[in-house]
């Protein structure tokens, strides 16, 4: 967790494993062009890893990781994507009222030590399964 000393402790080997991945695939959007905004931003009902501008379109990224490749992606699924959106429409509402920005969601996965960017991974609405 970012300025906050002393908490770092508090989360898990895993959580610390996440975070770090977190900071280098932002590092890494930011190498392609993206401007990061805001990470890690918590609501009771889900949490934003980052929050960026692409252009003229702001992004809600998920990073996702897992040691064994090809198993990152599905790790999104629909119950991960709604408290997504979730915290996605409460960043919206706090910081532009009704007036929302263009939008989408992003993933990226970091795998076998390699990074890939799905751009609009999955929309505002949920797909019908």
């Known amino acids: 967790m970012r300025n906050r000393p002393g908490l770092a402790n508090l989360r898990s080997e895993r959580q610390q494993t996440g975070d770090r991945m977190e900071r280098t695939a932002c590092d890494w959007l930011e190498e392609k062009g993206v401007q990061i ?3 890690q931003v918590r609501y009771r009902f889900g949490e934003l890893d980052a929050v960026a501008q692409d252009g003229p379109v702001l992004v ?3 990073v996702r990781s897992r040691r064994r490749a090809g ?3 599905a790790s ?3 119950a991960k994507r709604r408290r997504i959106r979730l915290a996605a429409q ?3 509402k706090s910081r532009f009222g009704d007036d929302w920005p ?3 969601f992003d993933v990226v996965i ?3 030590g390699r990074f890939e960017w799905i751009r609009a991974a999955f929309g505002a609405e949920e797909e019908e399964e």
């Open 37 to 39: 905004v805001a990470r």
């Open 60 to 62: 809600f990224v998920e």
């Open 71 to 73: 198993m990152a992606a």
């Open 76 to 78: 999104v699924d629909r």
């Open 90 to 92: 409460q960043y919206l």
């Open 102 to 104: 263009a939008c989408r």
């Open 110 to 112: 970091a795998e076998a």
